[in-house]
């Protein structure tokens, strides 16, 4: 892979492969110990991150106010053809779903691009092959339903292990580069 910043897809998994459970629930994810502390670590090398709508209006569940950054030290991008806000802060702008628009926000990104959560939009990018890394935080739980981690896509993509470390709890961090894009 050549130098410049890559889109990495960091999300947290059930065994069965869902990122929440029905009606959005994330009550049996693992929410404290050195796992969540090496994800929270991390988190602090982007200073970019993409997300979509529902993402991003999931996080006023737990206390984030419309237009404001959900992460305080990161540039926002939320990408989707229909919210609107009154107020953003100046961290946080709204894009039309364009695959160009990626594309120039990963270039011109001081450093990786933290896709944050989104298992819909996460697959619509792996369809077009603008997801370069995977970091599965993987949950010792099974949801039996929910989002998939790649929402309806039917992509297919060859990953390579670069990193796995089980932390207490039984979570389980690993970390993968794409060898092959769906497109």
């Avoid at 540039?75 to 039309?96: R, W, Y």
């Avoid at 990786?112 to 990018?125: E, H, I, N, S």
Wanted: include cysteine.
């Amino acid at each position: 892979m050549s130098d410049r910043s890559k889109i990495v897809y960091y999300v947290a998994t059930s065994l069965d492969g869902f990122i929440c459970g029905p009606r959005e629930d994330v009550s049996l994810f693992i929410s404290e110990g050195s796992g969540v502390e090496k994800y929270l670590s991390d988190l602090k090398a982007f200073k970019t991150v993409i997300m979509g709508r529902k993402t991003y209006e999931f996080g006023y569940k737990f206390g984030l106010e419309a237009g404001q950054p959900a992460y305080p030290h990161m540039e926002h991008f939320i990408f989707s053809n229909s919210l609107e806000l009154a107020v953003l802060h100046p961290q946080v702008h709204i894009e039309k779903l364009r695959l160009d628009r990626i594309t120039a926000i990963r270039d011109d990104s001081p450093t990786d691009v933290y896709l944050c959560g989104g298992g819909q939009f996460a697959g619509w990018l792996l369809d077009h092959g603008l997801i370069d890394r995977l970091k599965v935080k993987i949950n010792p739980i099974v949801l039996g339903d929910g989002v998939p981690v790649f929402g309806t896509s039917t992509a297919s993509a060859v990953f390579k292990l670069t990193e796995n470390k089980v932390y207490d709890n039984g979570l389980q961090i690993a970390s993968y580069d794409i060898l092959r894009h769906p497109c």
